[in-house]
């Protein structure tokens, strides 16, 4: 089931210009946090500042930023069947008016988001420090191989959220507010919901939790790598003669099979085999530098799921 909000995820990256949800969606993320993707799930470790890894007089953080609402109002495959006013009638007041709309979701994992006055706060001075961080997190204070860290994180006056859980589901919303021609009450404080049908998620949170994030990964010098592919795949390709001498054998040694196995998982493969004493907190610079975290690090997110 899970897999189900892989769309809203990847949407939500392609939309905002780089930030990711959380996951799960009710944890907060904060600038300067430093986390692992495991299986499936965002586990944060610390953070740069509260645990002095960044001293108090190197912290920058900028104020906060109104982003650009239009970039946090969004959905796919979301069509309205019905938008309109509909009456009631109480014993007390008699009858009254209200909007009233349903909203029809045309696959599983179909999404609405909507977002109120979204805002952001970043490290201003990433360049200043992120030498300094490659060198502590991988081999003064910690050795980290795979680390994330928060540079940016985004919250809003209210988010509201729904997915779907199969095709043609479906989300009835009622309002009293005064609205005129073709009514949009999804998101708004006084809509209430009539009924559903297969709806996975449904969720309006009011309070400015930092739930969306930019981050930077810790990745391998493009250069170390390709040398390192390259020269693995040399040995591994000169091998078979090797192995059979070496076992006096007819065994067939499948090379390329494990040469493709490599290159999917390069750079884990590559600080593994680094000789002792190789890597160090002179030689770290060389090996290591920041990335953006993208739709790959999304993908990670799902890692566990089927597509």
């Known amino acids: 089931m899970d897999n189900i909000y892989k769309n809203f995820y990847r949407q939500f990256y392609l939309k905002t210009a780089g930030f990711i949800p959380t996951k799960p969606l009710s944890q907060s993320l904060f600038p300067g946090d430093y986390f692992?993707?495991?299986?499936?799930?965002?586990?944060?470790?610390?953070?740069?500042?509260?645990?002095?890894i960044i001293a108090p007089e190197d912290a920058d953080l900028s104020a906060a930023v109104l982003l650009n609402a239009s970039?946090?109002?969004?959905?796919?495959?979301?069509?309205?069947?019905?938008?309109?006013?509909?009456?009631?009638?109480?014993?007390?007041?008699?009858?009254?008016?209200?909007?009233?709309?349903?909203?029809?979701f045309a696959n599983k994992g179909s999404f609405i988001f909507k977002a109120e006055e979204?805002?952001?706060?970043?490290?201003?001075?990433?360049?200043?420090?992120?030498q300094q961080?490659?060198?502590?997190?991988?081999?003064?204070?910690?050795?980290?191989?795979?680390?994330?860290?928060?540079?940016?994180?985004?919250?809003a006056v209210?988010?509201?959220?729904?997915?779907?859980?199969?095709?043609?589901?479906?989300?009835?919303?009622?309002?009293?507010?005064e609205n005129f021609g073709l009514v949009d009450i999804f998101g708004q404080e006084n809509t209430k919901t009539i009924q559903s049908k297969d709806i996975e998620?449904?969720?309006?949170?009011?309070?400015?939790?930092?739930?969306?994030?930019?981050?930077?990964?810790?990745?391998?010098?493009e250069e170390k790598l390709a040398y390192f592919i390259s020269d693995f795949i040399s040995k591994t390709n000169n091998s078979t003669e090797w192995t059979d001498t070496f076992y006096n054998s007819n065994f067939h040694n499948d090379?390329?099979?494990?040469?493709?196995?490599?290159?999917?998982?390069?750079?884990?493969?590559?600080?593994?085999?680094?000789?002792a004493n190789e890597l160090n907190p002179n030689t770290a610079l060389l090996y290591f530098k920041w990335a953006d975290a993208n739709l790959d690090d999304v993908e990670k997110l799902f890692a566990n799921y089927g597509n």
């Open 201 to 221: 998620y449904y969720h309006r949170e009011t309070k400015r939790k930092p739930a969306y994030f930019k981050a930077k990964k810790l990745v391998v010098q």
């Open 158 to 177: 209210a988010t509201t959220l729904a997915i779907a859980g199969e095709k043609e589901a479906e989300l009835e919303l009622a309002s009293e507010s």
């Open 255 to 275: 090379a390329d099979q494990n040469s493709q196995m490599i290159m999917q998982n390069a750079q884990g493969y590559f600080l593994d085999m680094l000789q």
């Open 36 to 52: 692992q993707i495991k299986n499936g799930e965002i586990t944060v470790l610390g953070n740069l500042y509260r645990n002095a």
């Open 118 to 130: 979204p805002q952001s706060v970043k490290i201003n001075n990433w360049n200043d420090i992120q």
């Open 133 to 155: 961080l490659i060198i502590k997190l991988t081999q003064t204070l910690f050795s980290f191989r795979e680390i994330y860290i928060v540079t940016e994180s985004a919250t």
């Open 71 to 104: 970039n946090w109002n969004f959905s796919e495959g979301i069509s309205k069947p019905y938008s309109g006013r509909g009456y009631g009638q109480t014993a007390i007041e008699g009858q009254f008016e209200f909007s009233k709309q349903i909203l029809a």
